[in-house]
């Protein structure tokens, strides 16, 4: 996807903090690029990007983890970045190749919107690779109608048609925990150029029946917020607890959109330290 890559080095130099190193991997839905940082003998976490953006976009949001365990983000197919743009039909065998093409066993694994669906698809395929599992603002429960998620999809619509900065920005604005004018450029940018040149997803990844995560019994962190259009915390609170049955907490960020602002990432990454470290241990060095 060349057309995504000035924006994905822009996003790595804006919004990441940390040294990243780039990786391929083979699979068999194509060559796969992943990005890594932290110590590589660390606990792996593996990290699904959301969709419609790059992959240094989602990472973002729990790059200080790498102080603590090993990221791997892979860039998904069919999304922003680097790895083959084809969609694959099932998401769940790709992982695997991932995990194998990495010589990683099992791994903790964190699904930020679009790679939440990707995660539980992988928690029914291959529930065995799967050590932890954080689910953030996740696809995969499905959707609620509202007039915010209406409004977004016809001004995404009109955008497409005739592509204006200011029918971008209306119709990302509902997304954003904060002012639309005060969120980086190149997150901007990037949506805007999914929107023009990409396929609009009529549905997001997730299991065929919800029903099929019920020998999902790895221990599990969802984290909802208040005012997400796509996945609203009190429509989607009840089907998490009705499906998942190691489900340890379910927390709703007050005031949260789906993009969240930089003090509700900041909230998520101490939810999932917490998480892990309760599971794993702290790292005591």
């Given at each position: 996807?060349?057309?995504?890559?000035?924006?994905?080095?822009?996003?790595?130099?804006?919004?990441?903090?940390?040294?990243?190193?780039?990786?391929?991997?083979?699979?068999?839905?194509?060559?796969?690029?992943?990005?890594?940082?932290?110590?590589?003998?660390?606990?792996?976490?593996?990290?699904?990007?959301?969709?419609?953006?790059?992959?240094?976009?989602?990472?973002?949001?729990?790059?200080?983890?790498?102080?603590?365990?090993?990221?791997?983000?892979?860039?998904?197919?069919?999304?922003?970045?680097?790895?083959?743009?084809?969609?694959?039909?099932?998401?769940?065998?790709?992982?695997?190749?991932?995990?194998?093409?990495?010589?990683?066993?099992?791994?903790?694994?964190?699904?930020?919107?679009?790679?939440?669906?990707?995660?539980?698809?992988?928690?029914?395929?291959?529930?065995?690779?799967?050590?932890?599992?954080?689910?953030?603002?996740?696809?995969?429960?499905?959707?609620?109608?509202?007039?915010?998620?209406?409004?977004?999809?016809?001004?995404?619509?009109a955008y497409r048609v005739v592509p204006r900065r200011g029918l971008l920005t209306r119709a990302l604005a509902p997304m954003f925990s904060d002012p639309i004018e005060t969120v980086d450029n190149v997150v901007i940018e990037t949506v805007g150029q999914a929107l023009r040149t990409g396929d609009l997803q009529a549905s997001f990844p997730g299991p065929d029946?919800?029903?099929?995560?019920?020998?999902?019994?790895?221990?599990?962190?969802?984290?909802?917020?208040?005012?997400?259009?796509?996945?609203?915390?009190?429509?989607?609170?009840?089907?998490?607890?009705?499906?998942?049955?190691?489900?340890?907490?379910?927390?709703?960020?007050?005031?949260?959109?789906?993009?969240?602002?930089?003090?509700?990432?900041?909230?998520?990454?101490?939810?999932?330290?917490?998480?892990?470290?309760?599971?794993?241990?702290?790292?005591?060095?």
């Amino acid at each position: 996807m060349s057309r995504f890559e000035g924006l994905y080095d822009d996003a790595t130099s804006a919004l990441l903090d940390i040294p990243v190193t780039d990786r391929w991997v083979e699979t068999s839905e194509g060559r796969t690029h992943v990005l890594t940082a932290g110590d590589a003998t660390a606990p792996p976490v593996v990290v699904f990007q959301g969709g419609n953006v790059t992959n240094p976009v989602t990472l973002a949001w729990v790059q200080e983890l790498a102080d603590e365990y090993y990221l791997i983000a892979p860039d998904t197919p069919g999304q922003p970045g680097w790895s083959d743009p084809h969609e694959p039909e099932e998401y769940g065998p790709w992982v695997v190749d991932v995990l194998d093409g990495l010589g990683i066993d099992r791994a903790a694994i964190v699904g930020v919107s679009h790679g939440g669906g990707i995660l539980l698809e992988a928690a029914v395929h291959a529930p065995d690779r799967i050590t932890a599992a954080v689910l953030v603002a996740p696809a995969g429960f499905g959707t609620h109608p509202s007039w915010a998620l209406a409004r977004i999809v016809v001004l995404s619509l009109a955008y497409r048609v005739v592509p204006r900065r200011g029918l971008l920005t209306r119709a990302l604005a509902p997304m954003f925990s904060d002012p639309i004018e005060t969120v980086d450029n190149v997150v901007i940018e990037t949506v805007g150029q999914a929107l023009r040149t990409g396929d609009l997803q009529a549905s997001f990844p997730g299991p065929d029946d919800l029903a099929d995560l019920a020998v999902f019994n790895t221990p599990t962190l969802v984290i909802l917020s208040e005012r997400d259009p796509f996945f609203p915390a009190s429509r989607i609170r009840p089907r998490v607890e009705q499906t998942l049955p190691a489900l340890v907490e379910c927390i709703t960020l007050a005031g949260e959109g789906h993009f969240l602002s930089p003090p509700g990432q900041e909230r998520v990454t101490d939810h999932i330290r917490g998480f892990l470290d309760e599971l794993f241990g702290p790292d005591e060095e």
